[in-house]
């Protein structure tokens, strides 16, 4: 018998000089792999017990690679697959299950250990080793993997996404992906087509909210390719409320009124637009016969605010004495009014309005105000 396979008289050598060794031996993975090919072990399971008996759970007795010796000696492999199920470290043991032909196991493991990586290593390697049905046959079983796949698809291969999502009847993804689609297309009728696509998706995924937002959707791309015909301005890839204060700044106010009805703009909203974008394009005529509609359902305080906002400070004034009484000192401070908003905070005795214009009183040339303001601040009466 060679000298290297008298294991049992090296293993008590080894004790003898040595009775606490740090690792264990180098010639004990060799007996291990030696007991495993001794012809009367015939049932693996057996053999497997006997060896984890013998040399316990010792991390450094690495079964990874035992398995893949008795592998690659095209031995016992069954015992190999016994063997590598007391490997408890899934980055070794998903690699090996691999190269064994264990692709379902591989993958099954994978997912329970939670690594993403790993999850996705072991996909890659059953997409480049299977036709593409057995590919989609085998990760359906594991919902994660089907997830994680699909993921990588949305990335790379939208077609294959597709194919996968109406295999599966998955109409709300599907949805979802004529959308993205619409976007990724510089044609107008090829994104009205993708988004009423998607609108038909959602109604058969029973989401009527998602359903009816694509099908505005499609009614205003339809208006935007309308207008830009008509006005020759960009209007696509904006949105309603943009759209809108895009007609009134170029002074289509009836164009904006009609798309005001025909979206349902709320009439508060429509009304900030209005004072916004005439604000912003220096249309004072028009603002001001806007601020004298009776339905005015926000106030004349946006109207100060927006001309303030784009510098029209002058404009401002004009609106100040319809602000309502308990805003008009805030106001009158906001538009520098310093002095007219004293007076009144102090005939009104109001501590609270006469600290808002005392905290805005500042500078030299404010100090008498100041003075006045900090007097009847003092006042233990007020």
């Known amino acids: 018998m060679p000298i290297n396979r008298v294991f049992r008289l090296t293993l008590k050598i080894s004790l003898f000089v040595r009775k606490n060794f740090p690792r264990t031996p180098k010639f004990l993975p060799t007996w291990r792999v030696f007991d495993l090919n001794k012809p009367f ?50 980055s070794r043991q998903v690699p090996v299950l691999m190269r064994l032909g264990e692709d379902q196991t591989a993958l099954r493991r994978a997912l329970q250990s939670g690594d993403t990586d790993l ?34 698809c949305g990335e790379s291969d939208q077609d294959q996404l597709r194919d996968i999502l109406v295999q ?14 619409a976007y990724q297309t510089g044609r107008t009728d090829s994104r009205q087509a993708k988004v009423q696509g998607a609108s038909e998706c959602f109604r058969k995924a029973k989401n009527e909210l998602g359903s009816q937002l694509a099908e505005e959707q499609v009614k205003l791309l ?30 289509q106010v009836k164009e904006a009124e009609k798309m005001r009805n025909e979206f349902r703009i709320p009439e508060r909203r429509y009304w900030w637009l209005r004072v916004l974008a005439h604000s912003e394009s220096s249309h004072f005529e028009e603002l001001s016969n806007f601020s004298k509609n009776k339905k005015n359902p926000i106030g004349f305080e946006p109207f100060v605010d927006a001309c303030l906002k784009f510098g029209h400070k002058a404009e401002a004034l004009k609106y100040l004495g319809r602000v309502k009484e308990e805003n008009r000192i805030a106001y009158m401070v ?22 808002c214009v005392a905290s805005a009183a500042t500078g030299p040339q404010h100090q008498q105000l100041q003075q006045r303001l900090s007097q009847a601040l003092a006042d233990p009466s007020l």
Request: with cysteine; net charge positive; glycine share 4%.
């Open 119 to 152: 999850i996705y290593t072991v996909l890659h390697y059953l997409r480049d080793k299977l036709s593409l049905a057995d590919f989609l046959m085998l990760i359906r079983k594991f919902p994660v993997a089907l997830e994680l796949h699909m993921r990588v």
């Open 334 to 355: 906001k538009c520098g009014q310093l002095e007219d908003a004293a007076a009144i905070a102090l005939e009104q005795r109001s501590a609270a309005a006469i600290s």
């Open 222 to 251: 339809k208006w935007q390719v309308q207008l830009e015909m008509q006005h020759g301005k960009a209007y696509i890839d904006k949105s309603l409320h943009d759209s809108v204060y895009q007609l009134i700044r170029d002074g």
């Open 41 to 90: 072990l015939t049932v693996g399971i057996i053999v497997i017990k006997q060896l984890n008996r013998r040399f316990g759970a010792s991390s450094t007795l690495n079964s990874t690679n035992l398995s893949h010796r008795l592998y690659i000696a095209k031995k016992v492999q069954k015992i190999g697959l016994k063997l590598i199920e007391y490997e408890c470290r899934a």
């Open 168 to 181: 599966e009847d998955n109409f709300h993804n599907q949805a979802l992906l004529h959308i993205k689609e």
